[in-house]
């Protein structure tokens, strides 16, 4: 029988309890935790934290305007006589109306003496904005495929304010590119894929690059 | 419950395996893609409303008509108009970079006053009233001194309606020094008036040609409507020929059907040798030589004194004695002459984007000679005849005793006196005229419009000494350049792309137009249009001189100008002159009334046949052979601006690493000198010429002769910007001016030059 003598602390015998070291469900303890933690603020705390919260410079009534006007979203959101795309009036498309102040909005107050007064542009943050990079023709998506503004747009119209603006820290653009589902479920941003995806659909073939990269 | 290292690294492996089954990494690698890719600091325009306006592009003479392509209210591209007669939709690098020069860093935002010393670029910015306040009373002071002829004007123009104020101030004010600076128009001018007797301009209609035998213009390397240009020369082939004349490869020399290095200097010879086939072999053509000109054969005058011939003086001019003068071999002269003369529809060019120098009048009046001897003058694919445009009616005026006074003194640089008849602006002489008078200085006042001297006469340091001298210097300059930035008052001009002005004259062109340049946006700055200043000046005059300006502003006198033609120029953007080229039998105003081959008008003090005939005389350079062994040549290219304005940024880049590199212009020599000089390629080495040296680096290049260094124009300015200042060195402060004595134009082609390494 030969004894061990150099490790007087090990207990061949006996198993582990007399060991220094954590249990093997302790140690697994914090593999849990820390599974649980990484998850859930990934799936919940990262989202919140990847935007901040901006809000646009004046908070627009769209459904008090449009019913004033005749021709729906294209009134003040219209193709220019080149067929380029105005995007969000200048403050030239408001003046007509607003020299002076209409309502009793306080909203409205602010526009008309911080900028019709000073003639100054309102720095409107735009939620579809897109990279440079890209070459988008709303000539083509609205008169050629004769889509309507809701479909890639939501139903902006009937908003009685301007929802917040929820800016991406990282990159600068809005959440409504990637998708307001971190996961990219429901599919309804405005990155590439989504682009490919619709235009699979309708036309049968994602598109070649240089269509959208000039 | 024992907590060791290991649970902490199971820890970090579920926080790293639940992390990966969360978004976060994904989201974050195609966050991070697009991070990288936001580079704020690169420009893009803004999105907005385009607009397309047409103008006319004033960086050069030109004349391109172009198309500014605006977003709301800021240019962002200019492009060459597609339907303008003189460009076609072509244009260069430089009309090109217009908006740079509109938007740079270069402008002139406001009036400026000079508080620091002359030169060291420090001003301050002053109010209009004030500006042009200082300027009335500083000439109001000299006209009451009794010197008004002390007033001088430079600029780099005396067509249209700015320069045509600028003149009559001056005349109305009582001076009659208004100076155009150098340029080949100055020989062709010449020429045009010494052979025909009309004032005017040459254009050559290089379009209908089918042979066009070219002494050196570099058609590739700047001048006129490149574009315009480009597009000739990209079309040759065996019914279009393009012959180049010179003695280095230059961009033209290399895309021409073939190119001839004669020695620099002796185009005029080879011109002769050339006519001298023509005539022994009796191609000329026949009816304009037997009725329409005069000098041709041997002659007597009505004193009864025989006069020889142009056919006499080119007897001499063998091919085999040519050969001898330009190096060329006799046969490629005989053969060169033949397929000129025959073909049918030959023009012969000289002076054309050789930088702003005169040239030489013998060389000029051989190369009319050619045109004339093949009767294509006037006629498709010649030598056009442009003559001023007819209807432009100014009113006239009365100018009062000291304005007549005035007048009456000879020019300060003795153009038009009994030295110089013939000629109208010698700029190139006033730096030694006051440089050698003692005392006061005979320019008290210069105004500088559209014009940079202080970069582009030759001989720099002579130029700069002359004008320390001259106590008081205005520029209407638009752009911070070297005279600007040396002038005590500074009256800013518009940008081209802010203002009107007519365009008269292409240069080079056979068209003949006149262009409108429109202003596509209003003025960024504080600056106001030369003709506005003009007439405020005036204005502030009493008597005769305001009463000669009535007009409320410029735009008032430009309309006023075209008359019923306004409506066309702005409609069009261009007038075009229903006057046809003149036929032979009305072209001629010549005191014979026909072509003057022997121009009876010339300055011949000697009273000798051939001095007043072009014979090829040899043009010395200044140097001796022994200290500079070399001869140095200045070359234009495409990619660098020679004349006033600077490069832009756009064009330094385009400039190739081994003409400018890290601030030092390359000279390019023959290996075969190189060995000479113990120099290799990239070797640093200092030019030096009898005027001054520069720091330069060696390029080899067999494209050039042994013997020969050339320098390219346009690199050493010290002014404008940081994209162009203190880059490489002013080949005009190298060189020097060599006086043809008849006529006291500079017909310098170069100057002796010695390279050693360093």
Redesign the interface.
């Known amino acids: 029988m030969t004894t061990h003598t150099d490790t007087p602390n090990h207990d061949s015998a006996n198993g582990s309890s007399a060991r220094k070291g954590a249990s093997g469900w302790m140690v697994f303890a914090f593999f849990a935790v820390g599974f649980i933690v990484s998850v859930l603020s990934g799936w919940f705390a990262f989202p919140d934290l990847l935007y901040s919260e901006k809000q646009q410079p004046i908070d627009f009534n769209h459904a008090l305007h449009l019913d004033m006007v005749s021709e729906g979203c294209e009134s003040c959101h219209y193709f220019r006589e080149d067929g380029s795309y105005a995007g969000v009036p200048e403050l030239s498309s408001c003046v007509d109306c607003h020299t002076s102040v209409q309502g009793a909005d306080p909203a409205e107050e602010t526009f008309v003496a911080e900028y019709v007064d000073n003639n100054k542009e309102v720095p409107w943050l735009i939620y579809s904005k897109q990279p440079n990079c890209v070459f988008f023709s709303h000539a083509a998506h609205v008169k050629g495929a004769g889509m309507d503004c809701e479909t890639c747009h939501g139903d902006i119209g009937t908003s009685e304010s301007l929802k917040t603006y929820q800016e991406n820290r990282i990159t600068g653009y809005s959440r409504d590119i990637w998708g307001h589902n971190i996961a990219r479920i429901g599919n309804d941003g405005m990155k590439m894929n989504d682009c490919a995806a619709c235009h699979l659909e309708k036309t049968g073939t994602k598109g070649a690059c240089f269509q959208c990269h000039k | ?4 290292r ?3 690294l ?10 990966t ?4 990494p994904w ?2 690698m ?3 893609s ?2 990288t ?2 580079w704020s600091w690169t420009p ?1 325009p803004e ?1 907005g ?2 607009s397309f306006k047409n103008s006319v592009c004033a960086l050069c003479p030109g004349g391109c008509g172009i198309t500014a392509k605006l977003v709301k209210d800021r240019v962002i591209k200019i492009e060459g108009r597609e339907d303008y007669p003189v460009n076609k939709g072509s244009i260069c690098p430089l009309g090109l970079s217009g908006a740079q020069y509109l938007y740079g860093p270069s402008r002139i935002k406001s009036p400026m006053k000079r508080v620091g010393e002359r030169g060291s670029g420090r001003f301050e910015p002053i109010g209009w009233d004030e500006a042009l306040g200082a300027v009335s009373t500083k000439l109001a002071e000299l006209r009451t001194k009794g010197k008004p002829h002390s007033v001088a004007c430079i600029s780099d123009s005396d067509r249209g309606t700015v320069p045509y104020l600028v003149d009559r101030f001056l005349l109305a004010y009582g001076s009659a020094n208004f100076i155009r600076t150098p340029s080949f128009l100055d020989t062709h001018e010449l020429a045009l008036y010494l052979t025909q007797g009309r004032q005017g301009a040459i254009g050559f209609d290089l379009e209908n040609a089918n042979f066009i035998l070219s002494f050196g213009c570099g058609l590739l390397d700047g001048p006129g409507a490149s574009g315009r240009n480009f597009q000739l020369v990209s079309h040759l082939d065996r019914h279009h020929q393009l012959v180049q004349v010179e003695p280095r490869l230059s961009d033209t020399a290399a895309k021409a059907t073939k190119w001839l290095a004669a020695r620099p200097g002796t185009e005029g010879a080879l011109a002769l040798g050339i006519a001298h086939v023509i005539v022994r072999n009796r191609m000329y053509n026949i009816d304009f030589m037997e009725n329409f000109s005069f000098g041709f054969e041997d002659w007597t005058d009505e004193a009864g004194t025989p006069h020889m011939g142009f056919k006499t003086l080119v007897q001499d001019y063998t091919p085999s004695k040519v050969a001898g003068i330009t190096g060329l071999p006799p046969e490629e002269i005989e053969r060169l002459a033949r397929a000129f003369a025959r073909a049918k529809r030959p023009v012969a060019i000289s002076g054309l984007g050789r930088g702003p120098v005169a040239g030489n009048i013998d060389e000029t009046l051989a190369v009319h000679a050619l045109n004339a001897l093949v009767g294509n003058i006037n006629q498709p694919g010649g030598m056009m005849v442009i003559p001023e445009p007819d209807f432009m009616n100014w009113s006239e005026m009365q100018i009062d005793q000291t304005a007549s006074m005035g007048r009456q003194q000879s020019r300060i640089d003795e153009a038009g006196t009994e030295k110089f008849p013939n000629t109208r602006y010698l700029i190139h002489r006033i730096p030694e005229i006051i440089n050698n008078t003692k005392g006061e200085s005979p320019i008290q006042a210069l105004l500088i419009t559209d014009a940079n001297p202080l970069y582009t006469v030759e001989n720099t340091a002579a130029t700069l000494k002359a004008f320390q001298k001259i106590p008081f210097i205005v520029s209407f300059s638009t752009f911070m350049d070297e005279s600007a930035r040396y002038a005590d008052i500074i009256l800013p001009n518009h940008h081209f792309l802010e203002r009107y002005q007519d365009v008269p004259m292409p240069e080079g062109s056979a068209q003949r137009i006149i262009g409108l340049c429109q202003p596509v946006i209003e003025p960024l700055y504080d600056t106001r249009h030369i003709g506005d200043s003009i007439l405020a000046i005036a204005q502030s005059f009493d008597g005769s001189i305001s009463t000669a300006f009535p007009w409320k502003d410029y735009e008032t006198f430009l309309k006023e100008t075209f008359s019923e033609n306004w409506e066309t120029l702005s409609e069009n953007g261009y007038w075009a002159d229903p006057r046809t080229p003149a036929p032979w039998q009305e072209a001629f105003q010549s005191p014979s009334g026909k072509y003057e081959f022997y121009p009876t008008a010339r300055n011949n003090r000697s009273g000798a046949d051939t001095d007043a005939l072009p014979g090829y005389r040899q043009v010395p350079i200044s140097g001796d052979e022994k200290t500079f062994p070399l001869v140095m040549l200045p070359y234009n290219s495409i990619r660098l601006v020679s004349g006033a304005i600077a490069n832009s940024p756009f064009m330094m880049k385009t400039v190739d690493a081994d003409v400018l590199r890290d601030g030092i212009s390359f000279v390019q020599i023959n290996p075969a000198t190189a060995k000479t000089f113990n120099l290799k390629e990239g070797d640093f080495a200092v030019l030096q010429t009898p005027r001054g040296e520069a720091n330069v680096r060696i390029n080899l290049y067999d494209g050039i002769m042994p013997g020969l260094v050339a320098m390219p124009r346009g690199l050493g300015h010290t002014a404008y910007n940081e994209f162009i200042a203190d880059k490489g060195a002013n080949v005009n402060a190298l060189l020097d001016t060599v006086l043809d004595p008849s006529s006291g134009l500079n017909t310098g082609w170069g100057i002796r030059a010695s390279l050693r390494k360093v």
């Open positions: 419950m024992k907590i060791d290991r649970c902490f199971t820890l970090g492996a579920g926080l790293a395996v639940g992390t089954l969360t978004p976060v989201k974050l195609d966050d991070v697009i991070w890719q936001n893009v999105k409303a385009e």
